[in-house]
């Protein structure tokens, strides 16, 4: 089969080229991938400062859309043929990837591979941190940092579907795409005051719950714009990785600071996951009410192009690469 393998130049230019197929484990199934979709973890593992967990491919790609050709033993309830998407610890940019079943989700008949791909990693991202570590409520304020992003984008929609008011930060030109998503108002990144907006839209209250893939140099803004007992979760560190925190205030606002990530968590933790996401999530995208952002397609050989674009932060919503048969 062929996959797209990073070369050892200066550049860690993308190749598609020949490589060992995968063979699945009795508890895995064999994909054909139809498409896959773009996430900066790619872009910085092709440059070594994010190696994929032990046991994982080597090869870039964290999301898969594509036809189950191969059960494993093991695997009951998918058959050949099936229509599947699904997170991966790795493996995605090639034309066929193994995956435990357990961590599968049938693709409706209303999405196409090229849309469902686009769907994993975002969906997994923003349920397990808004409604698993943060505990996010109906009626509770929620603040979505890099709004326009794949994962931005995803949980605007998913926190206006479940009940939860949503405000969304980015840049000038992505902000009314985020109101057409659900966002109740959104804030420039670059000129507005977020936490003032915030503050006043909630009387002073501030929200409950902010995702937050920027890191240390918004800490003491988002601190400030949390409600008593507020939640931040911060899942990357564009921004930054070290900054001065007010214990006092953590303390006496009783707030709570999670760092999560989700590629090294264990199959048994994302399978289970996986169930919460197909009886609560699932039915919003069957029915349409949920849907992955797509900027732009590209070919699986235009993998260098697809990079350049996103690491531009030009981009709204998800890259999505598509594979040959």
Request: proline residues 5%; aromatic residues 4%.
């Amino acid at each position: 089969m062929k996959a797209i393998v990073v070369g050892q130049d200066q550049r860690h230019s993308l190749r598609w080229q020949e490589v060992p197929q995968p063979v699945p484990a009795p508890d895995e199934v064999l994909i054909n991938t139809r498409a896959t979709a773009v996430n900066r973890a790619d872009l910085l593992q092709r440059r070594g400062r994010y190696a994929p967990p032990p046991g994982a491919s080597e090869v870039l790609g964290l999301e898969v859309a594509g036809e189950v050709v191969q059960c494993g033993e093991q695997v009951s309830g998918w058959s050949v043929g099936d229509r599947v998407c699904a997170l991966l610890a790795g493996g995605g940019y090639a034309q066929y990837v193994v995956c435990p079943a357990d961590l599968l989700l049938r693709v409706p008949g209303n999405l196409s591979f090229a849309e469902a791909a686009a769907l994993p990693e975002a969906l997994y991202t923003s349920y397990l941190n808004l409604y698993v570590e943060a505990r996010l409520r109906p009626g509770e304020h929620a603040l979505i940092h890099a709004g326009a992003s794949g994962i931005g984008t995803v949980a605007i929609q998913l926190c206006a579907a479940l009940g939860s008011p949503v405000y969304a930060t980015a840049s000038a030109g992505k902000l009314p795409r985020l109101l057409q998503l659900g966002a109740t108002a959104v804030f420039d990144r670059e000129q507005a005051d977020f936490v003032a907006g915030v503050q006043a839209l909630t009387e002073g209250r501030g929200v409950d719950v902010i995702l937050d893939p920027v890191g240390a140099s918004y800490l003491a803004r988002n601190l400030t714009a949390l409600n008593i007992g507020g939640r931040l979760v911060v899942i990357g560190l564009l921004g930054g990785a070290k900054a001065e925190l007010p214990l006092g205030e953590v303390l006496t606002r009783r707030l709570r600071i999670i760092g999560s990530v989700l590629r090294g968590r264990s199959v048994a933790e994302k399978a289970e996951l996986t169930r919460e996401l197909e009886r609560r999530v699932w039915p919003l995208v069957a029915s349409g009410k949920l849907r992955a952002v797509i900027d732009r397609v590209f070919s699986i050989t235009e993998a260098e192009a697809a990079h350049s674009l996103l690491q531009s932060n030009e981009t709204t919503g998800k890259l999505v690469l598509t594979v040959p048969r």
